[in-house]
């Protein structure tokens, strides 16, 4: 890898981090219907934070918690069936990223992309990442986080 590449990575990795952290506090939160206050909390006392954009840790966190209805709805059209019949992971993959879509246009769409391949590959089933994928690139496609696509695709 160039030096550029590494570089661009490592100012990157704090937010990668943060996804992370992120997808795992959704997940205790949907797990559990705790507080999301209680889990913040929790996290940041339990869960090695080094690294980790804490900032945008909970920026992500509170963004779905406050929006994921109007985040599934969003994503509906897109999608072969209801987000509620995916599986766990696949719904926080979706709706973390759909977020970022929606609230983040300086991110661009295909680092949202990229990171929900990521998350989706580390904890996901087998085939979590291919859907996640197909889904989202509809989403930011139409929604114009990446360019629309060529005729007949």
């Known amino acids: ?3 550029r590449k590494t570089a661009d990575r490592n100012a990157w990795e704090p937010r990668s981090r943060a996804r992370r952290r992120a997808l795992q506090a959704l997940y205790q939160w949907r797990m559990t219907d705790q507080a999301i ?12 934070f080094k690294g980790v954009d804490d ?15 109007e985040l599934a709805t969003q994503l509906d059209e897109f999608m072969d069936r209801e987000l509620a019949r995916c ?12 977020w970022q879509l929606r609230n983040e246009p300086e991110t661009p769409g295909a680092v949202v992309l990229d990171e ?4 989706a ?10 859907y996640v994928t197909a889904v989202l690139d509809r989403a930011a496609r ?10 007949g695709e």
């Open 1 to 3: 890898m160039n030096k």
């Open 37 to 48: 206050n209680d889990i913040l909390v929790q996290f940041r006392e339990t869960q090695d």
């Open 55 to 69: 900032d945008y840790f909970e920026q992500l966190v509170r963004g779905v918690e406050r929006s994921s209805p």
């Open 87 to 98: 599986d766990l992971m696949e719904q926080l993959v979706l709706l973390i990223s759909a």
């Open 116 to 119: 929900a391949a990521d998350l």
């Open 121 to 130: 590959n580390r904890f996901g089933s087998a085939q979590t990442h291919s």
């Open 142 to 151: 139409a929604w114009g986080a990446l360019p629309a696509a060529p005729a």
